[in-house]
């Protein structure tokens, strides 16, 4: 998606919702509590009466319909992301009815009915494949959620439409995700494309949230303006978090929960993104688009990881350990700040300081711009046993543009006042985020495979293995893994890794 101001003002409006809605399946949410109206934009505002534009006007699809034909979806199961096609009927949950009311209007418009169900993303892969070995049925699932790294895998396989074949899908749209899906494509291809209805991968982004009053007490200045004036860097952060410790009961040791650390996370979210966010990714794509080995003899990309390493291998971080409740120890006010993805800012509701968001910084001034890290998501994608692809490309297409067109305008006005960002300049700084959206493919389509294993291997050893050893006995792999998408291309068959 070539995110305008205007995109942005949508995306973040919609995310700020699905945070809040996050927190109300957890239960800390208040559903009740639109935020304030502030009437922007409005009729009344201006003085001036205005007739509603007609939303059907601008979606390029046919005039057709399909004679009430089902439109079979499988979907994931998740306690606190948006990842259901439909939900049951109209509640007291904003989102929730958006998205029912976004259903009914496509249903309406092209004569057909959804009918959804859902299962745990673990169970989704093998059900496409099931379904694609079979052959076509009547019965079978038009949309099957898959979670991206299998997506990839399935794309492989054969087991996924060619987007050329989606006759009625342009991915050049404003409500496609186009920088992230040119990612994904292989030889200039797509198999699965993330659009406006792809909403559960907003909220699954790197962010930092910062204790302020950490930051006052230290005076540590301004990270917004830091931010705004690219002096945001790795040093910048590392020194603030090592600035930041206090040893509540002095005794001489920082431990995770009682006293106050620097910076905080788990690891899964964060060594990952000491790489992907200096824009060095483990594998990168070249000018035919296909992928290839980026880290192998790249200086950057070993400064980088191993500042960041050696920052997080520090007793003022807490890294390395496991712990699934890091987010409320940085409620408590014993950390300055915490590494985790934007759906996070939920559980921060209760947090009695006030707290910031800002980006993960940049490696260095010359980098020049951020880039934030887009952990994973799932996408609904088209089986390639699919018996009527006019139908499912002219439904995609229109819930990726309703998705942005009404969904998101919902929530257009109150969700900037949203609870869970608690300032102006944190509203910005999202914005910022979700503009510099960065995909990694050995971080997420070839997750398994490289980011776990590299990752556990570097845990394991506290973050003092060798960085440069560990990445170079992984060579082999990666290059067999970037062979796979080479042969693919080319219309070859993938053998099974």
């Known amino acids: 998606m070539k995110l305008t101001d205007n995109t942005l003002l949508r995306l973040l409006s919609l995310l700020l919702c699905v945070i809040m809605t996050a927190g109300a399946l957890a239960g800390c949410a208040d559903n009740n509590d639109p935020g304030e109206d502030t009437g922007i934009g409005s009729a009344a505002e201006s003085n001036i009466e205005t007739e509603a534009p007609d939303p059907y006007k601008t979606l390029d699809n046919p005039d057709v319909t399909f004679g009430g034909k089902v439109f079979n979806v499988l979907s994931i199961e998740h306690d606190s992301l948006y990842t259901a096609m439909d939900v049951p009927g109209i509640t007291s949950e904003p989102v929730n009815n958006a998205i029912y009311e976004r259903n009914r209007m496509i249903e309406s418009k092209y004569d057909f009915t959804f009918r959804t169900e859902t299962d745990i993303w673990q169970n989704t892969s093998a059900i496409m494949e099931r379904q694609v070995e079979a052959g076509a049925s009547d019965d079978g699932y038009d949309l099957i959620m898959l979670i991206c790294r299998e997506a990839y895998s399935a794309t492989l396989k054969n087991y996924l439409r060619n987007y050329e074949d989606l006759t009625f899908i342009d991915l050049n749209k404003e409500y496609y995700f186009s920088d992230i899906n040119a990612q994904f494509s292989i030889g200039g291809k797509n198999f699965f494309a993330y659009g406006a209805d792809s ?294 068959k993938v053998r099974s890794r």
Not at 222 to 244: C, H, I, P, Q, R
Request: glycine share 6%.
């Open 199 to 492: 909403i559960n991968a907003l909220g699954q982004t790197n962010c930092l949230t910062f204790n302020k009053k950490i930051a006052s007490d230290r005076a540590f200045g301004d990270l917004y303006e830091m931010v705004n004036n690219k002096t945001w860097t790795y040093d910048k952060l590392f020194t603030l978090a090592a600035g930041s410790v206090e040893d509540k009961n002095g005794d001489g040791k920082l431990v995770l929960g009682e006293d106050v650390l620097g910076f905080i996370g788990d690891f899964d979210l964060t060594i990952p993104t000491v790489w992907v966010c200096a824009g060095e990714p483990l594998i990168a794509k070249d000018e035919d688009d296909l992928p290839y080995m980026n880290c192998s003899s790249n200086d950057r990309f070993f400064e980088a990881t191993q500042k960041g390493l050696d920052a997080f291998a520090s007793n003022y971080c807490s890294v390395f350990t496991a712990n699934d409740d890091k987010t409320d120890v940085f409620a408590a006010n014993r950390a300055m700040f915490y590494c985790g993805c934007v759906c996070h800012l939920s559980y921060l509701k209760s947090m009695p300081e006030d707290y910031g968001v800002v980006p993960f910084p940049m490696y260095d001034e010359n980098q020049g711009a951020y880039h934030s890290r887009l952990v994973d998501g799932w996408i609904h994608c088209v089986p390639a046993t699919c018996k009527d692809p006019d139908m499912t490309s002219i439904i995609m297409q229109a819930l990726a543009y309703y998705s942005y067109n009404t969904v998101y305008d919902v929530y257009y006005e109150n969700a900037l006042t949203a609870k869970y960002v608690r300032d102006q300049e944190s509203v910005e700084m999202l914005k910022l985020i979700l503009s510099t959206l960065f995909v990694d493919l050995g971080d997420t389509v070839w997750y398994a495979k490289l980011r776990a294993p590299i990752v556990d291997k570097i845990v394991a050893d506290k973050g003092s293995t060798a960085l440069a050893s560990t990445i170079k006995s992984y060579r082999r792999i990666i290059q067999g893994l970037c062979d796979d998408a080479e042969t693919f291309a080319e219309g070859g």
